[in-house]
């Protein structure tokens, strides 16, 4: 018998206030959870194919939780996040190309095919990376806010983390330096129930999103398989940092329907559990109704179903035709040096 988690009741956030997203804005939504979805699955094909070498942590049943929070930043914030990063990367901008050829290791890639599955990065997407150290996006994050504040333009640091990264220390220090010095953070606790495969249940006393508590941090726990839900929370979130008012805590109740990562058999869960979440739960089932109540049909979707499915696929192509790094690459990137 599996160990679930105890999923706790959820509050909803900013939905009372929020106004009505409009058709064309849920397409949107629509349309970005379905190019991670798709992406995710390509990836896993591709894994499973021996095109992809190490760790890969596949985002699937998650994305609502990043294109919703993404959808109301401003151009200045920053983001960062854990290793099961490649939906984040998707919805700051970054060419589904360059993704998966950094996947695949190959010259093509967001770091020339050095990082792999968990390390990339982009300057001009403001993306600051996945990070196989679990916690450091915490910590790393919070010095992002600081540079916002030192550099005053008005942007928020977005640090995601799993709920595991909510049991390592550094995720303290950097709360009580935030609030201390009140930096424009918006720390994200994607909560998918697991840590890696020990439940919420068994890993992690009281409520995450009042671990901020002690240091002033407020937080709310949202609904992360609406994304609907996320946006209004989000947006909510991000007006109080942006107004000076200092940190603040997102625990988004979320699911991946994969293991943790593609070596993951999940067997500390029930079939049934994951099948609730797929035909009860899915995000994107979910806006698919919002849509068709809107007048939306299927057959309407379908030419975005087809510009997603070709997208994905010349990704997976641009990888494999891509070279793989020259030997030398192993000896840059090493050390920058700053001339005053």
């Known amino acids: 018998m599996s160990k679930s988690s105890k999923t706790p009741s959820l509050k909803t956030v900013g939905s009372n206030s929020a106004p009505k997203p409009s058709v064309e804005e849920m397409k949107k939504l629509y349309r970005e959870m379905l190019l991670i979805r798709r992406f995710e699955e390509k990836s896993g094909q591709l894994y499973g194919m021996g095109l992809i070498g190490g760790f890969c942590h596949l985002y699937i049943g998650q994305e609502a939780v990043v294109t919703g929070i993404q959808s109301v930043q401003l151009p200045q914030d920053t983001v960062i996040t854990a290793y099961r990063d490649h939906g984040h990367m998707l919805a700051c901008g970054m060419d589904p190309k360059g993704v998966m050829a950094e996947l695949t290791g190959r010259k093509g890639g967001y770091s020339r095919g050095k990082g792999g599955s968990m390390h990339m990065f982009s300057r001009e997407a403001n993306f600051f990376g996945g990070h196989g150290i679990v916690g450091a996006s915490s910590s790393l994050g919070t010095g992002l806010g600081f540079a916002h504040k030192y550099n005053n333009d008005g942007g928020v640091a977005v640090a995601y983390m799993g709920d595991g990264s909510s049991n390592q220390g550094q995720f303290y220090e950097a709360m009580n330096m935030a609030a201390l010095w009140k930096l424009p953070v918006l720390y994200i606790i994607e909560n998918n129930g697991y840590a890696m495969g020990t439940s919420g249940a068994r890993h992690a006393a009281g409520e995450l999103y009042r671990r901020g508590e002690p240091y002033g941090i407020p937080g709310e726990r949202v609904d992360g398989m609406d994304v609907l839900t996320v946006q209004a929370a989000a947006r909510q979130a991000l007006d109080y940092v942006r107004s000076g008012n200092g940190p603040y805590l997102l625990e988004v109740m979320t699911y991946r329907y994969r293991g943790h990562s593609m070596s993951d058999p999940g067997k500390y869960r029930s079939k049934e559990e994951v099948e609730k979440y797929r035909t ?54 090493i050390l920058v040096e700053v001339k005053d």
Do not use: C, Y
């Open 280 to 333: 009860e739960r899915d995000p994107i089932d979910a806006i698919k109704k919002l849509l068709a109540a809107e007048g939306v049909s299927d057959d309407d979707l379908k030419p975005v179903e087809k510009e997603i499915k070709e997208i994905v696929n010349e990704a997976a192509e641009f990888a494999q035709q891509s070279p793989e790094p020259d030997p030398a690459e192993l000896w840059t990137d």
